[in-house]
């Protein structure tokens, strides 16, 4: 029986900054820096270690279209690797590495296709002679890509399977950019058995079987807001059976976002103790990778005055940081306080006081009331102020978590007084 | 509650003594200065609520604890229950009696329940109060009246604090152009990086640009690099000629003086050199003949200056032999004194050892004094002889004197009685007599038989004493014994005595000489006749002495006449000859030498002419060999000879030097015709203009490589740079930083907007009842003056007139101060009686500060205000009574 085995990935954003940290001890910077070239020398050793027929990776292979020369050069030697090995790998570029910002300096192994911009291409897997499979794609050959590039889609009669390669956005999912819309009905129309897609982060089998449609995710996370292992998919494709895809965790830094309620914690000590004993599980859990893990501590809780000092969460910050400093792989947390006093604010709200007003208003400005005042509190940073263009994608979330945090500035001042 | 009567048992002024009654409604109790209107407000107040402890600092109204002390009140409850409340000053306030109908109920618990457990606070402060607490803030300051007058959680509420806290927070944050805040800075800080990053960005987006430009610049430094070569071997071949045209002129100047001069051939080489040898060694020789001729002439002169001693030369053989004997006449005349002292000191010993024998001895009779064994034997045996004669007389002396001895101390060892004995007799003797004569005249028999006793045992000692005296001494015949002994001994001694010195007559020796001293006689006469052998020996030997100096002079003097020499000259005169006789010799021998080396000096300058003359022969032929006529001609030729030679090695110099630089064959005979050719100056200009057009090349060149280099350096950066990388995670963290702050920021701008907010909302609708009341009145009180009082929600009371005006209590005038605080207390207590048992309100002459019109206006409000309860005001002007009377209050007179 024959069959195709081959990688799938997509988005590896190998030259990409980690966003969404404030603050990484130095010893950890070029561990993070280099999490995404890792991630992708797994992938190549994951190939060669499987002996696969090809590796499909479904754009964004860089985070900028001005990506830097260092990053191609990284991802050239991988490419080396796989072709030394005979594995031919195919590319099509995605709207972070659309082609026209593609070094044209650079030659590729032999064994390495790139999916042009104008037409989708279909190149054949060969193995002992026989066609294996034959992978069609395109690349992105600009950043913004609205067009609905599945159309051009076609299985033309090619012997083997059939693979599609695009970045796309299926299905309009809300949160990413909507390049190069389509729909799962119109994957359905070209005829293709599996569909090596990129552009969403997290991985999806969006369908098992004719065809396959899957999201392979990252293959590195790059901050907290992606966490969980990341990776690619060992895809295997065989007559008469549907598509198997294994998903293998290829990420060399894993990323963790948490919540520990600290509502029964009593004294700092146990909230020390609970942190510390919830980050050992993560990183249990990590793998024997280097983690990252964002922390928020909720809940109410009598010692919130003491946390929200800025001695007690910069003493529980440098606790934690000794407490991991020779841990390796390495951890890394990142501590958010998002406590609140032991005050019911529902109760001091039904009063008839000072404080009643107080709650009322802040519960009526979470719920969008008062906007002219709050536009108005907020002019100077964020409409005044010249830089506030770095502040415009601050979102209504944001907004409500600061009515909230002020909402906190002020009963545990007035509150915790009385 | 409301009072009827008040019954003061003893407070202050007061004494048993009743007040009353009171009726519902508005009371005025009238009466002049110090009647005791505050006492009794006083006393109210403490019999509710308890007596002042000692330890207060207040007043006590003369109060004692115990009975006759404080009072009691008649009142009538909400319910229409009759108490009566009485107390006496006491610990804890002092006991309090509630008389009920149901009985006397005791303590302030259960009073408490009567008085709706208002505490002693609010009824001071609201109920029953005087001008003086009228007047002060203080009075309403307490917890429990600021919580009714403000509501729950406002009165202590650290607002300002809290938003002075919270601004601050976000003034460290932000400031609209403050450049120091922390938004500010990170602002600057990512506008740092985000420019870092778009400069890294930009140079990527040069790399294929930069490449090219790489290889452009590579092509145009090989172009250059085949023009310089080009140059370089121009410029080599021109320098060539101009460094070797000198050298080429050389070469041929040297050709043509070397085809002028003339050919001389068989020249002998080395021709100065040899000829030089020759002249040389000819001085040479003549220098040596004239030093050996002269050399003859001082050696014949030498030779005869010397004369030779022939006659003592004949006599060497015996002035030798005396010359030989010199050292044994000095010998000889050195021994000889010392011999003839050896021999005359001898003689004095021999001498001398003769007289230590005896007076008459000398050497003649000790040479004839004999001593022979036997005479030894003899000598000895009479000297044992007449010591033992001797020991024998000392023995019989010894034996007769220890006899007597002996004899001596028998007679002293004798008894004899001691004196004691007999003084004892005789006292024995006289007491006995005395006691007795005593016994027998006193008639005292046995006394005087008992003294007779005494006087009987004194007699017999006496007696026994008295047989004890010495007989005397008899003749001793060992004595005699002894004694003859003796003198046998002493005639035998002197018998041998005799004997001894007749023997020493004999011999000539001295009488007393003992026996045991003959021996060292013999020994002197042994001693005296080695030393006569002795000086007979010296004697001899000075006898030889003195014949070999006479010998020896009468040789000497055969060579010389004269006067015979005193022995002590001879050597000298024997040593003077021999001089003589070497000198003699010398000069024998050098007059041989002399000789011999004249005849060989005269050999050698025969030897050197000779040589001389062959020299000049072998010149002579070396000059005609040579070609030359003389010495002049010859040193001409060979300076042609070797300017010849000088030339040639020129020319070939020149040769090898052009072909070291040009090569050889054809390439050397195109340089040298180009030389032929070449005009001075002309390739001089060339080469420096292939040197400037190389310079500049070479300039173009260093350039293009700089710029090769530096674009190859950016390359290389670019392409492996990981700033890019780096700077955009610092951007990214600094940017999440940024919005980390700004939500700090807007949290609390936030914060304050909503406590600004309800602050205003606070003041506007939500203003506590009692206030809302406390302004009504007040609006009624100023005639609508002030129509509002309000408690911001953290600062002090304000009024607020009908124009929204607000004045603060500082700013208020002290009546209409009092008509806040009043209005505020009528407020307090309609608030108060909503929920709980109403009191008795007692006012102390509290409207004096307000004037006719605001006067006028209270007495009519407090009407009023008394119709649903009690209220009881006091003053102590009639004018007012009037006033309060015209509005139907019931007067009291005290």
């Known amino acids: 029986m024959t069959t195709f085995r081959f990688i799938h990935c997509a988005d590896l954003h190998i030259d990409s900054p980690f966003k969404g940290l404030s603050a990484i001890e130095p010893r950890l910077t070029e561990q993070l820096l280099e999490s995404t070239f890792q991630a992708f020398n797994n992938i190549v050793d994951l190939a060669l270690c499987e002996r696969v027929d090809a590796v499909i990776i479904a754009g964004d292979v860089y985070d900028s279209a001005d990506r830097s020369l260092k990053a191609q050069f990284k991802f050239r030697r991988g490419l080396e690797r796989l072709s030394r090995a005979g594995i031919p790998a195919f590319i099509a570029h995605g709207n972070h590495d659309p082609l026209d910002r593609w070094s044209n300096r650079l030659d590729w192994p032999d064994l390495v296709t790139?999916?042009?911009g104008d037409r989708v291409e279909a190149h054949p897997v060969m193995k002992n002679g026989e066609t294996l499979a034959h992978i069609y794609g395109i690349s992105f050959p600009r950043r913004d890509v609205t067009e609905n590039l599945a159309l051009l889609f076609n299985r033309e009669g090619h012997p083997g399977f059939a693979v599609g390669v695009l970045h796309a956005n299926v299905g309009g999912r809300p949160g990413h950019d909507p390049y190069a819309p389509c729909t799962?009905?119109?994957?359905?129309?070209p005829g293709m058995d599996y569909w090596a897609l990129g552009h969403i982060h997290t991985r999806e089998v969006v369908q098992a079987d004719s065809p396959a449609i899957v999201y392979s995710g990252n293959t590195q996370a790059r901050s907290v807001r992606e966490p969980g292992p990341r990776g690619?998919?060992?895809?295997?494709l065989a007559q008469g059976a549907p598509p198997e895809a294994r998903f293998i965790a290829t990420d060399a830094v894993r990323f963790e976002a948490e919540t520990l309620d600290v509502s029964r914690?009593?004294?700092?000590?146990?909230?020390?103790?609970?942190?510390?004993?919830?980050?050992?599980?993560?990183?249990?859990?990590?793998g024997g990778r280097g983690l990252v893990v964002r922390l928020t501590l909720t809940g109410r809780t009598r010692v919130h005055s003491e946390i929200v000092s800025t001695g007690g969460r910069q003493g529980l910050g440098e606790e934690i940081q000794n407490y991991f400093e020779t841990s390796d792989p390495f951890v890394c947390v990142d501590l958010v306080v998002d406590t609140r006093g032991d005050y019911d604010v529902r109760a001091l709200g039904q009063g008839q006081d000072f404080i009643a007003d107080v709650v009322t208003l802040f519960q009526e400005a979470a719920v969008g009331k008062h906007p002219e005042a709050l536009e108005k509190a907020l002019a100077p940073l964020f409409a005044d102020w010249g830089g506030n263009n770095l502040l415009k994608d601050m979102t209504a979330s944001d907004r409500a978590a600061w009515i909230e945090k002020a909402q906190s500035l002020v009963l545990d001042r007035l509150v915790d007084h009385r | 509650m409301q009072i009827r009567d008040i019954y003061i048992e003893g407070f202050g002024r007061f004494r048993d003594q009743k007040v009353g009654t009171f009726e519902p409604g508005l009371n005025v109790i009238h009466g002049p200065n110090e009647m005791g209107k505050t006492t009794l407000l006083e006393l109210v107040r403490r019999v509710l609520f308890g007596f002042p402890d000692r330890r207060e600092n207040t007043n006590f109204y003369g109060m004692q604890p115990g009975p006759g002390q404080g009072g009691r009140l008649h009142c009538v409850t909400r319910g229409g229950e009759v108490i009566h409340i009485s107390r006496q000053p006491g610990t804890s306030g002092g006991p309090v009696i509630i008389g009920t109908e149901a009985g006397d109920l005791h303590g302030d618990a259960i009073l408490g329940g009567y008085l709706g457990h208002a505490s002693k606070?609010?009824?001071?402060?609201?109920?029953?109060?005087?001008?003086?607490?009228?007047?002060?803030?203080?009075s309403l300051s307490d917890k429990e009246t600021q919580s009714r007058l403000y509501g729950a959680g406002l009165g202590s509420l650290s607002l300002a604090q809290a938003e002075n806290e919270i601004e601050k927070i976000t003034q460290d944050l932000f400031k609209p152009r403050g450049s120091a805040q922390k938004v500010a800075q990170a602002y600057k800080r990512i506008r740092e990086l985000a420019r870092r990053v778009q400069e890294i960005q930009d140079g990527l987006g040069t790399y294929d640009q930069r490449v090219s430009e790489l290889d452009n610049l590579r092509q145009q430094a090989e172009r250059l690099r085949q023009e310089i070569d080009r140059l370089e071997t121009r410029r080599h071949a021109l320098q060539t000629r101009v460094d070797l045209f000198p050298v080429a002129l050389e070469g041929q100047q040297a050709k043509e003086e070397l085809a002028a001069l003339e050919n001389i051939s068989d020249f002998p080489e080395h021709g100065l050199e040899t000829l030089a040898a020759y002249k040389s060694e000819e001085k040479n020789l003549a220098r040596q003949i004239d030093d050996e001729r002269n050399g003859l002439k001082l050696t014949e002169q030498r030779l005869e200056g010397l004369t030779v001693d022939q006659d003592l030369l004949g006599q060497e053989t015996e002035i030798l032999a005396l010359k030989e004997s010199t050292q044994e006449i000095r010998n000889v005349l050195k021994d000889r004194l010392t011999l003839e002292r050896d021999r005359d000191q001898v003689s004095a010993r021999i001498e001398e050892n003769a007289r230590q024998i005896g007076p008459q001895w000398d050497e003649a009779r000790a040479m004839a004094f004999a001593w022979s064994e036997a005479e030894r034997a003899a000598v000895q045996q009479q000297q044992q002889a007449l010591e033992e004669a001797r020991g024998e007389v000392r023995a019989a002396r010894e034996k007769l004197n220890y006899h007597r001895e002996q004899q001596a101390s028998g007679q002293a060892q004798k008894p004899n009685a001691p004196g004691w004995v007999a003084l004892f007799a005789w006292s024995l003797l006289g007491a006995g007599a005395a006691g007795a004569l005593w016994g027998l005249a006193a008639g005292e028999r046995l006394f005087a038989f008992a003294m007779g006793l005494m006087l009987a045992f004194g007699l017999g000692l006496f007696v026994l004493q008295r047989r004890e005296k010495p007989r005397p001494p008899e003749e001793d015949p060992r004595e005699i014994t002894l004694r003859q002994n003796l003198e046998r001994a002493e005639q035998?001694?002197?018998?041998?005595?005799?004997t001894w010195r007749a023997w020493l007559e004999e011999k000539h020796l001295a009488p007393g000489l003992m026996p045991q001293d003959a021996e060292r006689v013999a020994a002197l006469v042994r001693e005296i006749r080695a030393q006569v052998r002795e000086r007979d020996r010296l004697s001899e030997r000075l006898a030889k002495m003195r014949e070999t100096i006479g010998q020896a002079a009468r040789r000497l003097h055969s060579f010389s006449s004269g006067p015979e020499l005193p022995p002590e000259d001879l050597p000298a005169r024997i040593q003077h000859l021999g001089q003589a006789l070497e000198?003699?010799?010398?000069?024998?021998?050098?007059?041989?030498?002399?000789?011999s080396q004249c005849r060989e000096q005269a050999d050698k300058i025969a030897r050197l002419e000779k040589r001389r003359a062959e020299n000049s022969a072998e010149l002579a032929r070396f000059l005609e060999s040579a070609g030359a006529s003389g010495e002049d001609d010859f040193k001409r030729r060979q300076a042609v000879c070797d300017r010849r030679r000088e030339l040639s090695v020129l020319i070939e110099g020149t040769v090898r030097q052009i072909q070291a630089r040009v090569g050889t064959g054809e390439a050397f005979a195109d340089f040298s015709e180009s030389i032929r050719t070449l005009v001075p100056g002309e390739v001089e200009r060339d080469l420096e203009r292939v040197s400037a057009e190389l310079a500049s090349q070479q300039e173009q060149k260093d350039a293009l490589n700089r710029r090769i280099g530096e674009t190859q350096t950016h390359v290389e950066q670019l392409a492996s740079n990981d700033d890019l990388l780096k700077t955009q995670a610092e951007l990214e963290m600094e940017k999440h930083q940024l919005r980390g702050l700004a939500g700090e920021w807007a949290a609390g701008r936030i914060a304050l907007a909503v406590l600004a907010a309800a602050r205003g909302k606070y003041e506007q609708d939500r203003q506590p009842q009692v206030l809302i009341s406390a302004g009504d009145i007040l609006s009624t009180i100023t005639g609508g003056k002030y129509v509002k009082v309000i408690k911001p929600v953290d600062g002090d009371l304000v009024i607020e007139d009908d124009s929204g005006g607000r004045l603060g209590i500082l700013e208020m005038s002290r009546g209409t101060r009092e008509q806040l605080y009043l209005a505020m207390r009528l407020g307090l207590i309609e608030e108060y009686e909503k929920r709980s048992e109403p009191l008795p309100v007692i006012m102390d002459d509290v409207f004096i500060n307000f004037d006719d019109a605001r006067g006028e206006r209270v007495v009519e409000l407090l009407a009023k205000f008394a119709r649903p309860r009690q209220v009881i005001v006091m003053t102590c002007h009639a004018r007012s009574l009037e006033i309060y009377k015209k509005h139907g209050a019931r007067p009291i007179h005290i």
């Open chain 1, 114 to 116: 790139v999916f042009p």
């Open chain 1, 184 to 189: 799962v009905a119109e994957l359905h129309a």
């Open chain 1, 232 to 236: 690619c998919y060992l895809v295997t």
């Open chain 1, 265 to 286: 914690q009593e004294t700092l000590d146990n909230i020390l103790r609970a942190i510390l004993a919830r980050v050992e599980s993560l990183a249990g859990e990590a």
């Open chain 2, 121 to 138: 606070d609010i009824f001071r402060n609201i109920f029953a109060f005087t001008i003086d607490e009228l007047q002060s803030l203080d």
């Open chain 2, 492 to 498: 035998n001694a002197a018998g041998l005595a005799a």
């Open chain 2, 583 to 595: 000198a003699a010799r010398a000069n024998q021998r050098e007059t041989a030498t002399l000789q």
